[in-house]
């Protein structure tokens, strides 16, 4: 069964601090990926990596970035937490491929910022 | 821009009646479009899927539907049960980079 573990369910962190969410699978899949997901807005892509050290942008990148130094480790960065970047934060990983198909989700981390 | 539209947002069905999700995407060259169910506090699971080149494809309960003329699909679950109160999103590829555009969701209630 394919797991994928996000470090935390629940964090809260103060307006300009430097959050790190962390997201691991454990069935070498080449492909990974963080979401955001807020009420009524459905999943918005952040960032997405296909390879190791590889990474993309997504629809909305700005005041994150992201690190994959090992294949099964993607890790997310708000370089300054804001109010506006309370949300639920998803991570998925998938088989390799430039089509993304099957998506494996963690369990989230509910994200406040004060 | 690319988008896709998901309706009801909401939709409280009779146990055992059946349940139809609707949504509508803008690229007419997407071609791969899931659907994932989440229950309540759990993290998003794909329940199924089709293919352009294909119409239809059931799976027991769970059913869906593409018109790609009119660029639509939706899911059919008949004979519903407790279990299936959770929010769906259905989804579309965006061949620019390959990667899915959501719905906003749809809370699906079972009333007993």
């Known amino acids: 069964d394919v797991k994928v573990t996000q470090s935390s369910r629940y964090l809260v962190k103060r307006t300009g601090e430097k959050v790190f969410l962390e997201c691991v699978q454990d069935?070498?899949?080449?492909?990974m990926f963080w979401y955001r997901q807020d009420p009524g807005l459905g999943l918005r892509l952040i960032y997405f990596?296909?390879?190791?050290?590889?990474?993309e942008k997504g629809d909305i990148p700005e005041g994150y970035s992201v690190s994959r130094e090992k294949k099964e480790r993607f890790s997310l960065i708000l370089e300054s937490a804001s109010t506006n970047q309370t949300s639920m934060y998803l991570c998925a990983s998938s088989w390799g491929g430039r089509v993304v198909e099957k998506l494996f989700f963690g369990s989230g981390t509910q994200l406040s910022v004060l | 821009g690319e988008n896709v539209e998901q309706h009801p947002s909401t939709l409280s069905v009779q146990e055992g009646d059946s349940a139809v999700i609707k949504c509508t995407y803008s690229d007419s060259a997407s071609n791969y479009f899931p659907w994932y169910k989440q229950e309540l506090g759990k993290r998003p699971q794909l329940i199924i899927d089709?293919?352009?080149n294909v119409g239809e494809k059931k799976d027991q309960r769970i059913a869906v539907t593409l018109n790609k003329t009119a660029k639509h699909f939706s899911l059919h679950i008949t004979e519903t049960q407790p279990e299936d109160s959770a929010v769906y999103f259905c989804?579309?590829?965006?061949?620019?980079?390959?990667?899915?555009?959501w719905g906003a969701g749809t809370k699906l209630i079972i009333k007993p």
């Open positions: 069935m070498d899949h080449e492909n």
């Open positions: 089709i293919r352009s």
């Open positions: 990596s296909y390879d190791v050290k590889m990474k």
């Open positions: 989804a579309a590829s965006r061949p620019s980079n390959y990667q899915l555009i």
